[in-house]
Each structure stands twice: as C-alpha cells, then as structure tokens.
C-alpha cells in the first residue's frame, strides 16, 4: 500500500486534489488493489453502481451499446482517472456507460458502503467529483458544438488531438494510441470512410503514422491547428 500512495503523488489524482498525504493514506488504505487483463468488462452498464475505481496502471474506456450490438465510445480513462462515481449518489443508482481495460489496466477498487463512509469523512471528495463532473460536461458540449458546425477534418482533428493529450503514450516518433478507425470515427460522428481517407492524408503529410489499430501523433501542434481551421 505504501508503494500505492507513493504512486499517487506521481499520478496526482483529480479525486484526490486538496487532500493531504496522509488523509490520501487513509482514503487509499480500505481500497482493494486489482488487475483486469485486456478486453475485460470492469463496470456494466445498467447494472447497481457499487463500486468506485481510480486507474493506475493501464487504459479503460467507458461505452454504450447500440441495439444493434455495437460499442460506441464515450470516456477515456488514462492513470489517475476514476470512474463509477455514481456510486457516491444517495439511492439506489446504475452505471449510464459499461467500462473495459483497452489493455492490461489495474485499478483501486472501493464497495459503496466504504466509498460512501470516506466521503462523509472527507467531503473534498466529493467536491471534487462534481469538478470532474463539471469537466465531462465541458468535454460534451465542445463535441456537441463540434459536431453541429465543424467540419470533418476538424472533429477528427480535435479528437485525435483530445486523446493523444490524455491517453496518449510517449513513444520515440510522437504520441501513441491503441485505438482503430471505427472508434475514431464513431468519436468524431464521422463514417470510416472519411476517417481512413483523411488518417492517410495526414501519413502522407508527416503529422502522424498508423497501422493496424494503432496511430502514433508525431506532430499534435498541427493537428491542433488542424482542429481550428
């Protein structure tokens, strides 16, 4: 557990902002440490929130299944990230989105009972859920704005900027993603078509290189101003 506090001062945490060393100890100490291998459902849609989980190691993304059985992305959980926070809400609640490990992830786990008996200790905690909150409707409403009046090139540019900057691995050429065309496209509401034609675009142009489900930005300042053209 001490090596986990001592990762949470690299990680820095957005739950934890405001708290002191040792009152992150005691937050952290009644947590249950534990690993999902690649491809694995942490959290399901529909079902009881009981559980609230902070990422440090891995990636997670947050989902919604059409009815025609497909995965439509909705939030990225780098390290540091918590997800679940429904589970802090008074009565008897349900996750609005599935979660799954896009790799091997490991997160620190809390039942709602314990979650909730640490909140009414520290009630920092859930300030500081309701300014994460208030940051995931920031995020929409860019999205919503984007898709009502940018461009293709635009949405898909803010996106694979967006990501790299927070889910992004640093690699020697750029900026890592583990993330195929599909769920690019489906983030920028945008066929696969256009996202494929304008990803070889910007290959052919040195702002990025890609591969089978992976795309590494080597240029994001570009692709930033990609975004506001």
Same mark, same amino acid.
């Given at each position: 557990?001490?090596?986990?506090?001592?990762?949470?001062?690299?990680?820095?945490?957005?739950?934890?902002?405001?708290?002191?060393?040792?009152?992150?100890?005691?937050?952290?100490?009644?947590?249950?440490?534990? *690993?999902?291998?690649?491809?694995?459902?942490?959290?399901?849609?529909?079902?009881?929130?009981?559980?609230?989980?902070?990422?440090?190691?891995?990636?997670?993304?947050?989902?919604?299944?059409?009815?025609?059985?497909?995965?439509?992305?909705?939030?990225?959980?780098?390290?540091?990230?918590?997800?679940?926070?429904? $589970?802090?809400?008074?009565?008897?609640?349900?996750?609005?989105?599935? #979660?799954?490990?896009?790799?091997?992830?490991?997160?620190?786990?809390?039942?709602?009972?314990?979650?909730?008996?640490?909140?009414?200790?520290?009630?920092?905690?859930?300030?500081? #859920?309701?300014?994460?909150?208030?940051?995931?409707?920031?995020?929409?409403?860019?999205?919503?704005?984007?898709?009502?009046?940018?461009? $293709?090139?635009?949405?898909?540019?803010?996106?694979?900027?967006?990501?790299?900057?927070?889910?992004?691995? *640093?690699?020697?050429?750029?900026?890592?993603?583990?993330?195929?065309?599909?769920?690019?496209?489906?983030?920028?509401?945008?066929?696969?078509?256009?996202?494929?034609?304008?990803?070889?675009?910007?290959?052919?142009?040195?702002?990025?290189?890609?591969?089978?489900?992976?795309?590494?930005?080597?240029?994001?300042?570009?692709?930033?101003?990609?975004?506001?053209?």
């Amino acid at each position: 557990m001490s090596e986990v506090v001592a990762l949470m001062k690299k990680l820095k945490p957005r739950f934890f902002e405001g708290l002191t060393p040792s009152e992150v100890a005691s937050i952290v100490s009644p947590a249950t440490k534990r *690993r999902f291998p690649a491809h694995s459902v942490m959290a399901h849609e529909g079902h009881p929130a009981d559980r609230l989980f902070l990422m440090i190691h891995g990636r997670a993304r947050g989902f919604c299944m059409t009815p025609r059985g497909g995965k439509v992305p909705v939030l990225w959980f780098p390290p540091g990230e918590v997800f679940g926070t429904a $589970a802090l809400l008074p009565g008897s609640v349900e996750y609005l989105v599935s #979660t799954e490990a896009l790799i091997n992830s490991t997160a620190l786990v809390w039942d709602r009972a314990t979650i909730k008996s640490l909140s009414a200790q520290f009630p920092r905690l859930v300030e500081n #859920t309701l300014l994460i909150a208030f940051d995931y409707f920031v995020l929409y409403r860019s999205l919503h704005v984007a898709a009502t009046y940018q461009t $293709a090139r635009q949405r898909l540019a803010l996106v694979l900027g967006n990501l790299a900057a927070g889910l992004g691995q *640093r690699v020697a050429d750029g900026v890592e993603l583990n993330i195929k065309n599909e769920e690019l496209a489906n983030e920028a509401n945008i066929t696969i078509f256009t996202a494929s034609r304008l990803l070889s675009e910007w290959q052919r142009k040195g702002i990025l290189t890609k591969s089978h489900g992976k795309v590494v930005v080597r240029s994001p300042e570009d692709l930033m101003l990609l975004s506001g053209d």
